[in-house]
């Protein structure tokens, strides 16, 4: 086997920029048909900018993910243009860090509304297509290492919370559709060095130079260390894995 993905659509959200962006050139490069969600405005330019550079169909819409009804029109919107979504890669996330007895309701569910409803209403969508039209899939949901330790400095409950909820739920799906053939595995990265990572160390310089100490590997991961991982859970040539969290995290969690 291998991890071509000619003739399948795959779905990414939070998909214009970031791991998402990444991850989309990848799977675009196995040859997947792609779908980007995000709320950015650039998402349409760049779902063209894929398309061309790798000669695959693609489209790009604006979307909250908190919306269920948007979420489903969505993925109902790349049944009809490119074809029932087989892939899913969910990147939309967000996190807010600050100490516990100052986060305020509206942070919280913030929060846990992106990260973890997001995720279910995207996810909820995509086995929907696939129950209905009879066919096999694999979404990969991304949690986070922050879902099974506690990162330090850095305070964030909520983050850590939802992104814990995130993997569990990727077992509770991963068992409830597997004898329809549809996968659900998670993705859990360690420290990774995009736009808005930089933007946080910008701000507090010091960040850096804390987490990679705790990094075995002693650097911070790039969203192509990801790509492997989701290449090979999108393929047939991980078929029998499901119901499972794997962690990206250069050691961090080993220690």
């Given at each position: 086997?291998?991890?071509?993905l000619?003739?399948?659509?795959?779905?990414?959200?939070?998909?214009?920029r970031?791991?998402?962006?990444?991850?989309?050139?990848?799977?675009?490069?196995?040859?997947?048909?792609?779908?980007?969600?995000?709320?950015l405005?650039?998402?349409?330019?760049?779902?063209?900018?894929?398309?061309?550079e790798?000669?695959?169909?693609?489209?790009?819409?604006?979307?909250?993910?908190t919306?269920?009804?948007?979420t489903?029109?969505?993925?109902?919107?790349?049944?009809?243009?490119?074809?029932?979504?087989?892939?899913?890669?969910?990147?939309?996330?967000?996190?807010?860090?600050?100490?516990?007895?100052?986060?305020?309701?509206?942070?919280?569910?913030?929060?846990?509304d992106?990260?973890?409803?997001?995720?279910?209403?995207?996810?909820?969508?995509?086995?929907?297509?696939?129950?209905?039209?009879g066919?096999?899939?694999?979404?990969?949901l991304i949690?986070?290492m922050?879902?099974?330790?506690?990162?330090?400095?850095?305070?964030?409950?909520?983050?850590?919370?939802?992104?814990?909820?995130?993997?569990?739920?990727?077992?509770?799906?991963?068992?409830e559709?597997?004898s329809?053939n549809?996968?659900?595995?998670?993705?859990?990265?360690?420290?990774?060095?995009t736009?808005?990572t930089?933007?946080?160390i910008?701000?507090?310089?010091?960040?850096?130079?804390?987490?990679?100490?705790l990094?075995?590997?002693?650097?911070m991961?790039?969203p192509?260390?990801l790509?492997?991982?989701?290449?090979?859970l999108?393929?047939?040539?991980?078929s029998y894995?499901?119901?499972?969290?794997?962690?990206?995290?250069?050691?961090y969690?080993?220690?």
């Amino acid at each position: 086997m291998q991890t071509t993905l000619t003739g399948k659509t795959a779905v990414i959200t939070g998909g214009a920029r970031g791991i998402g962006l990444t991850v989309a050139r990848a799977l675009a490069a196995d040859g997947a048909d792609i779908a980007l969600f995000d709320l950015l405005d650039t998402v349409e330019e760049t779902a063209q900018q894929i398309a061309d550079e790798f000669g695959v169909r693609a489209m790009g819409q604006k979307l909250d993910v908190t919306d269920q009804a948007a979420t489903a029109a969505a993925f109902a919107a790349v049944t009809a243009r490119l074809s029932v979504p087989q892939v899913l890669l969910t990147a939309a996330g967000i996190e807010i860090n600050g100490d516990s007895v100052d986060v305020t309701a509206a942070q919280w569910r913030k929060v846990i509304d992106v990260n973890l409803t997001g995720t279910f209403f995207s996810a909820q969508a995509f086995g929907h297509g696939l129950l209905e039209a009879g066919l096999p899939g694999s979404a990969i949901l991304i949690s986070s290492m922050s879902g099974l330790i506690v990162n330090v400095p850095q305070w964030a409950a909520s983050y850590n919370s939802s992104k814990a909820a995130v993997a569990h739920l990727g077992k509770s799906l991963a068992v409830e559709w597997a004898s329809a053939n549809i996968r659900v595995n998670s993705m859990a990265p360690g420290y990774v060095l995009t736009d808005l990572t930089r933007q946080i160390i910008e701000k507090e310089p010091s960040l850096h130079d804390e987490w990679v100490a705790l990094i075995p590997q002693r650097r911070m991961a790039t969203p192509d260390d990801l790509t492997g991982l989701v290449s090979f859970l999108a393929s047939d040539v991980s078929s029998y894995i499901t119901g499972q969290q794997i962690v990206i995290d250069g050691g961090y969690t080993a220690i």
